[in-house]
């Protein structure tokens, strides 16, 4: 899998669109870029992921730029149970589908 | 979306004993289990994968014989922590993925094993 660089920490607003940066500038053609999230002392929960085209779903929206190099994770309309640590995640399925290598990921505290 | 309990929540057992972790997939059969395990302040690391009736695949530096996994059905795999020690304390977590939802894994919520 490709390695993904994210900035540690953010802040957002509650109510504000919080956008999470997402570096993977040797990522493959084959390699989708996945978003995850952690909440305290819970499992991970699939979020959204994409190739090539932007995605929307009810969740969240993925921007990848047209070279694929990096990608934009955003919450529309942030909310205090959205404080979680975020990890972006590239994988290209076949034999390593599934075998998720999660980076440190973004600590997203969302404030009143 | 697809739910994956795991069973207990949280375990304490004494250093030399052994610890069996459960993994459902309640509402999808799973083709493939994943094991993870995550210390304290740490990022998630893949232990294993694990195929209904097949041997686990463990990954680079994880002891098959300390970390026995079964996959016996569609919906349930199983961690058995062998001989655990204190430095085997952690957060194990598994996730699965159905037949159908293929690009989205489903994660358990996790259980926490304290070695004393």
């Known amino acids: 899998d490709a390695k993904t660089t994210q900035p540690p920490s953010m802040d957002c607003a509650e109510g504000r669109a919080a956008n999470l940066p997402c570096n993977h500038s040797t990522i493959s053609g084959n390699e989708y870029v996945y978003w995850y999230r952690q909440i305290h002392s819970q499992g991970p929960q699939y979020i959204i992921h994409?190739?090539?085209n932007n995605e929307t779903n009810e969740m969240a929206s993925l921007i990848i730029t047209e070279d694929r190099k990096s990608s934009t994770l955003i919450l529309p309309h942030a909310t205090l149970r959205d404080t979680a640590v975020y990890y972006c995640i590239a994988n290209a399925g076949g034999t390593s589908y599934g075998k998720l290598t999660f980076g440190q990921g973004t600590i997203l505290t969302v404030h009143p | 979306g697809a739910v994956v309990s795991q069973h207990p929540s949280w375990v304490i057992c004494k250093s030399g004993t052994s610890v069996k972790i459960e993994c459902r997939s309640l509402?999808?059969?799973?083709?493939?289990m994943f094991w993870y395990r995550q210390f304290p302040k740490q990022s998630l690391m893949l232990m294993a994968t694990s195929n209904e009736g097949s041997k686990a695949t463990y990954e680079q530096g994880v002891e098959k014989d300390k970390f026995l996994i079964n996959h016996a059905s569609l919906t349930l795999s199983t961690l058995t922590v062998t001989s655990a020690h204190p430095e085997d304390s952690s957060f194990y977590i598994c996730?699965?993925?159905?037949?159908?939802?293929?690009?989205?894994?489903?994660f358990g919520p996790g259980t926490r094993l304290t070695v004393l």
């Open positions: 509402d999808f059969q799973a083709t493939t």
């Open positions: 994409g190739l090539k």
């Open positions: 996730s699965a993925i159905g037949l159908e939802a293929q690009f989205e894994q489903f």
